[in-house]
């Protein structure tokens, strides 16, 4: 009979499964169609779990460090492909049925011992399984080669805070090559405008024109984002491989002015000793800086100007005689250049951290491990009746004693103070998942967090494109 896969999985959480359902388990599930994972919120595999009181968690797809079923499944795939080719519906059932009956528990006991680990070891004073796995013939048996389908099923982002300036996400079935590469272009290969040629007309403060300039630079600057992307980058001279560079036009420089002096505020009282009352402009801030648009940037800008991300930046003190007038030149360059044009303040990524409590911690021990950790990974709760009359549960004559279960391991700095107690030696197992990325990305804020996001990942696949020509060229000769 031929089922539909939403209609075949509800008879199976009727038939099967709730009749020897517990209400303190979990049933695991990766996000495949058929369970129910990714569809609406009311369609019937998830009607049918809620009815059946079945509480779920979706895992990635094909994720063998949570469940080595699937490498049973390889294994009986290959043993059907062993067969030859078989046409008839009911032959193959039955040799998938025998196939499956021929599976020994030593096969089963190999297959956890020897599938693939995507969680990094983290011990009292080491790391271990720091390194990805999954490549042709490191499992005997096992096909592990980059498949562009299977990395489209087990891609998943996932945001946890989306601010215009502050953003973090995960990224999970990737490798740490990739998440690097994507962190070290946000650093370094996004374009950024910041000031760059500094014209002095007059300077007559205390700080050298080289200082003063080079402070400026580090005045992250916003306006339209829009504007902005039009704006090209501006191309440096470079006389040892013959590159002529840019001449300043309106669609590659932005001109900024900042002239200030400061006077004598001659309404004030004579004993004041605030300079700020005392004196006019004894401060230059960079609210100071002055957008000077020309050509086509008066209609690009015309909305949101030029302007200093924060206006409150101090950019030098002046007393009275001394002043500052100057033209400012800035130009989209690339943080590997200078820092100034690195449109984030951090950049950065962890591992997910893994905590499994693998023996009771009950009591007062319960309350010691949870100081262990920061506020919310731990949580205490009661013994049940029915977990006291398992057997070989670990809590059997401790109804209702305290014991700590992992409540949020997403909120854990890894500090490891639980491995520097005996009493939970042999207890806890931490660790990493190796390809689940949490990245934090904060901009300086020329852009939002996300659009530089995209920004890197559209320079990666420009990279990309730029390695597969070079390759294809070396093919043809």
Request: aromatic share 6%; charged share 25%.
């Amino acid at each position: 009979m031929s089922l539909q896969p939403s209609v075949g999985t509800s008879r199976i959480l009727e038939e099967v499964v709730a009749p020897e359902w517990d209400e303190n388990l979990i049933l695991i599930e990766d996000n495949d169609g058929p369970h129910g994972t990714k569809g609406a919120a009311d369609n019937k595999v998830k009607q049918a779990k809620t009815k059946l009181n079945i509480k779920w968690q979706a895992q990635p797809s094909n994720s063998p460090d949570l469940n080595p079923i699937e490498t049973i499944w390889r294994i009986i795939k290959q043993r059907l492909k062993n067969r030859g080719v078989i046409f008839q519906t009911e032959a193959l059932k039955a040799a998938i049925q025998e196939e499956w009956d021929k599976i020994t528990i030593e096969e089963i006991n190999n297959a956890i011992s020897t599938m693939p680990d995507r969680t990094v070891g983290i011990n009292a004073e080491t790391v271990t399984n720091i390194t990805s796995t999954e490549f042709p013939g490191h499992y005997p048996g096992e096909d592990h080669s980059w498949s562009l389908s299977k990395y489209k099923k087990n891609l998943k982002i996932k945001f946890h805070k989306n601010l215009p300036y502050d953003a973090s996400f995960s990224i999970i079935g990737i490798d740490a090559s990739l998440a690097n590469a994507i962190r070290r272009i946000l650093i370094a290969e996004v374009p950024t405008l910041a000031i760059e040629q500094v014209f002095v007309t007059n300077n007559t403060s205390v700080l050298a024109d080289e200082v003063l300039a080079h402070r400026l630079g580090l005045i992250p600057l916003r306006g339209s984002v829009s504007g902005l992307d039009a704006t090209d980058v501006f191309l440096k001279p470079d006389e040892e491989n013959g590159i002529v560079g840019s001449q300043p036009a309106d669609y590659n420089t932005i001109i900024m002015h900042l002239h200030v002096e400061c006077t004598y505020n001659e309404s004030a009282d004579p004993n004041e000793k605030d300079p700020k009352k005392r004196f006019h402009n004894s401060d230059v801030y960079a609210r100071d800086l002055v957008f000077a648009p020309v050509g086509r940037q008066v209609e690009r800008f015309k909305d949101d100007p030029i302007v200093p991300m924060n206006p409150d930046i101090l950019i030098a003190k002046l007393r009275p005689g001394q002043i500052i007038d100057m033209e400012l030149h800035c130009i989209k360059g690339l943080g590997m250049d200078h820092a100034k044009f690195s449109p984030v303040a951090t950049a950065t990524y962890r591992l997910l951290p893994k905590i499994n409590i693998l023996k009771p911690i009950l009591g007062l021990e319960a309350g010691k491990f949870q100081k262990c950790f920061p506020e919310g990974v731990i949580g205490i709760e009661r013994v049940t009746a029915k977990e006291a009359g398992t057997e070989g549960s670990g809590y059997e004559g401790h109804e209702g004693k305290e014991k700590a279960v992992v409540r949020n391991s997403f909120a854990d700095t890894v500090s490891r103070e639980c491995l520097r107690h005996d009493e939970f030696k042999g207890k806890v197992k931490l660790g990493r998942v190796q390809d689940h990325f949490i990245f934090s990305v904060e901009s300086t804020g020329q852009y939002p967090s996300t659009n530089l996001v995209l920004k890197s990942l559209k320079v990666l696949n420009l990279k990309a494109r730029h390695l597969k020509r070079a390759l294809d060229m070396l093919e043809g000769g």
